[in-house]
T-cell receptor
Framework: EAGVAQSPRYKIIEKRQSVAFWCNPI?????LYWYQQILGQGPKLLIQ????????DSQLPKDRFSAERLKGVDSTLKIQPAKLEDSAVYLC??????????????FGPGTRLTVT | AQTVTQSQPEMSVQEAETVTLSCTYD???????LFWYKQPPSRQMILVIR??????QNATENRFSVNFQKAAKSFSLKISDSQLGDAAMYFC????????????FGQGTRLTINP
C-alpha cells in the first residue's frame, strides 16, 4: 500500500512570497490533516478535512493560509504572503476512520519550509 | 484546551536495557484516546501504540507497553530490550472524541540508544 505522498520535500522562499504544498493521501482514506511542526515542538493541527469538507480549521491563520481538498482526494496548502515565523515542517496525514473514531493517522514525509 | 506535557526533552538508554518515557495530559473529558508516535530522524512519523481511555488494561505492542493512570492523567511508554532502531523523537498525543476531535501533541522526547 502506497503511503501518504507530499511534495515538494524542501522549499526555500523569501518573506512575502507565496508557496504551495501538495498532499496525496492513502487511497480510500476519508480524513486528511495538515499539521505545522516548528523545530523542537510537536505537530500542531492546522486544518482537518473529511472527504472534501472542512471539519476543523480553528488553528489555521486564515489571513495568510488557505487549503483545499478538491474531489475529496488530493489537497493543497498555500501560504500567501509568507512570514519568517512560517518556517517549519508541514506534515500531511490521512486516516481511514472518520473524526471521533480515534483511528491511526498515517503521516507523509513532510515539506520543510524555510522563509528567509 | 487540552494540553499534553512531556517533561523529558531528552533520554538515553543502553542497548538492550529498558527505558520509560513520561507523559501527562490535562482534560475534563472521560472518553478519549492516547497515542505514542515515533519520528525517526528524517523519516516519517509512525504510530507506536494506542490506548482507549475506557479500557483499564494497558496496551502492549511487542517491546512497547504503556502505563495508563487515568486518575493521575498519566500515560508513560516503556520500551523493553531497547534497539538502535528505537532512536527517535517520541511524541505523546491526546485525541478527544467529543467536541474538538483532533490530535494534540506534546513537545516530544528525543531518545538516544547507546551501543
Amino acid at each position: 500500500e502506497a503511503g501518504v505522498a507530499q511534495s515538494p520535500r524542501y522549499k526555500i522562499i523569501e518573506k512575502r512570497q507565496s508557496v504551495a504544498f501538495w498532499c496525496n493521501p492513502i487511497s480510500g482514506h476519508a480524513t486528511l490533516y495538515w499539521y505545522q511542526q516548528i523545530l523542537g515542538q510537536g505537530p500542531k493541527l492546522l486544518i482537518q478535512f473529511q472527504n472534501n469538507g472542512v471539519v476543523d480549521d480553528s488553528q489555521l491563520p486564515k489571513d495568510r493560509f488557505s487549503a483545499e481538498r478538491l474531489k475529496g482526494v488530493d489537497s493543497t496548502l498555500k501560504i500567501q504572503p509568507a512570514k519568517l515565523e512560517d518556517s517549519a515542517v508541514y506534515l500531511c496525514a490521512s486516516s481511514l476512520d472518520h473524526p471521533g473514531q480515534g483511528g491511526e493517522q498515517y503521516f507523509g514525509p513532510g515539506t520543510r519550509l524555510t522563509v528567509t | 484546551a487540552q494540553t499534553v506535557t512531556q517533561s523529558q526533552p531528552e533520554m538515553s538508554v543502553q542497548e538492550a536495557e529498558t527505558v520509560t518515557l513520561s507523559c501527562t495530559y490535562d482534560t475534563s473529558e472521560s472518553d478519549y484516546y492516547l497515542f505514542w508516535y515515533k519520528q525517526p530522524p528524517s523519516r516519517q512519523m509512525i504510530l507506536v501504540i494506542r490506548q482507549e481511555a475506557y479500557k483499564q488494561q494497558n496496551a502492549t505492542e511487542n517491546r512497547f507497553s504503556v502505563n495508563f493512570q487515568k486518575a493521575a492523567k498519566s500515560f508513560s511508554l516503556k520500551i523493553s530490550d531497547s534497539q538502535l532502531g528505537d532512536a527517535a523523537m517520541y511524541f505523546c498525543a491526546y485525541y478527544q472524541i467529543q467536541g474538538a476531535q483532533k490530535l494534540v501533541f506534546g513537545q516530544g522526547t528525543r531518545l538516544t540508544i547507546n551501543p
